[in-house]
């Protein structure tokens, strides 16, 4: 025998019973989005490179090292997409949607590609559904895309979930504010770990995630965006607080919430979630009112999110507990295959859920596979017979093959 091969580490493959819970919660993304504006967006599953490293940021830990990265064979450098909202702001510039009424509001679902160090929840293949609105900095926008994720994931029945909300200000302050964290930094690296001290220029904001004594103790007293907000940035902020208030959202004020993206402003946001491990990352987002500007578009605010798909059922605890949809009908037959393959397919035409013996059994193992699969009715052909078994009511009388069908639809 060959050796066995098995999918990639860090992918997996998504089964019939998974795959249908996979198709509700697109449902439900569906059902929460698009009565809200949101109307679905396909983008590439690869782009240039130069996408992410621009929109996303050379100095994160994305574009560093979790790209997959390969030459499309005439010298051009293409990466499997490691995010969306960078492609859909690409998607935006290239078909002109500046030109249509603001906000432009775009949702998603698809796969994504980090070369992370795989464990429960962390993947290097996974699936976001995502959601992003641009063209308005108003707050209420704000409000409204934290309030539809929420909304998403509770009729999801997500479990623990806690909203940690903060604001990193315009471009300029959180410019202004790198700059005077790295000094501070710079001034207390003998008490910092070795990491965050290799990184104080490429990303001081990171330090904040260390779980290091010395560099949590330095970090204490480390100078807050907070406090160097404009005043139109911290109005903002309030007016994004005041109605997600109104809304009745629980949230917490989280001033050291670092997100790996370097295109964020203003609103960060992130949903997490008690149910899942260290991983526990369920949704984040926030607003991006530079980067269209920075992909060669007109300046254009921007807010959204993504969830991660896999990370929603793992907090939704439902991965496994489906099960099959029952057959209206299963044909058995024993020397009467072609009768048995039209009566299957006029059941089906006819709008039920049937199946054929396929697979050789006995009349008796067939019939111990029709309760296998549930089946409400089993019809059972033979060269000059029909019969048809209703596994409910525990009865099973002889029947016009021509009849069965209309005998289980009126059922
Ligand atoms: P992100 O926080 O990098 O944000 O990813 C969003 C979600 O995707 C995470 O909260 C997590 O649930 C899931 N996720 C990320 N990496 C993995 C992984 N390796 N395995 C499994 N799940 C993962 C973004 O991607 C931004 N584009 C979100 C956004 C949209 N911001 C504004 N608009």
């Not at 299957?344 to 859920?353: I, K, N, S, V």
Request: glycine share 8%.
């Amino acid at each position: 025998m060959s050796a066995k091969l098995t999918a990639p580490r860090g992918t997996f493959d998504v089964l019939p019973a998974q795959s249908e819970l996979r198709r509700r919660l697109e449902q439900a993304a569906r059902d929460v989005l698009e009565p809200a504006g949101y109307g679905r967006i396909e983008t590439p599953a690869f782009e240039a490179t130069e996408l992410f490293a621009r929109g996303v940021g050379e100095a994160t830990d994305i574009v560093q090292r979790e790209m997959y990265s390969f030459d499309d064979g005439g010298g051009r450098s293409l990466t499997l997409r490691p995010e969306g909202t960078a492609p859909v702001c690409r998607a935006y510039v290239e078909h002109g949607m500046h030109k249509l009424p603001a906000p432009v509001k775009l949702y998603y679902v698809g796969s994504f590609f980090r070369a992370e160090r795989p464990q429960a929840g962390r993947y290097r293949q996974f699936s976001q559904v995502g959601a992003e609105a641009l063209g308005s900095e108003d707050p209420a926008l704000d409000a409204e895309s934290i309030l539809l994720l929420h909304q998403l994931l509770t009729r999801l029945d997500a479990t623990g979930l806690r909203l940690r909300l903060s604001s990193l200000g315009s471009p300029s302050t959180r410019a202004a504010y790198r700059e005077e964290l790295a000094t501070y930094l710079h001034a207390h690296e003998a008490q910092l770990a070795p990491h965050v001290r290799d990184r104080i220029d490429l990303n001081p904001l990171r330090a904040f995630d260390s779980d290091d004594p010395g560099t949590r103790q330095v970090m204490s007293a480390a100078p807050r965006l907070l406090d160097r907000l404009t005043n139109a940035d911290a109005e903002h902020f309030k007016e994004v607080l005041r109605l997600l208030d109104r809304a009745d959202i629980a949230y917490e004020i989280d001033w050291t919430l670092v997100r790996g993206l370097d295109y964020y402003t203003r609103t960060l946001f992130e949903f997490t979630s008690d149910a899942l491990g260290a991983q526990s990352g369920v949704a984040g987002g926030g607003r991006y009112d530079g980067l269209v500007e920075l992909l060669g578009g007109p300046p254009t605010p921007g807010i959204g999110w993504a969830a991660g798909i896999e990370r929603v059922l793992l907090a939704t605890g439902e991965q496994n507990t489906l099960t099959d949809t029952p057959l209206d009908l299963y044909v058995a037959h024993e020397g009467a295959r072609v009768d048995a393959f039209e009566l299957t397919r006029e059941a089906r035409a006819a709008g039920l859920r049937a199946e054929m013996e396929l697979a050789g059994r006995s009349l008796k193992g067939q019939l111990k596979h029709a309760e296998r699969l549930n089946a409400r009715y089993v019809a059972i052909l033979q060269p000059d017979s029909a019969r048809l078994r209703d596994r409910e009511a525990g009865t099973e009388r002889a029947i016009a093959r021509d009849d069965v069908v209309s005998q289980v639809r009126s059922s």
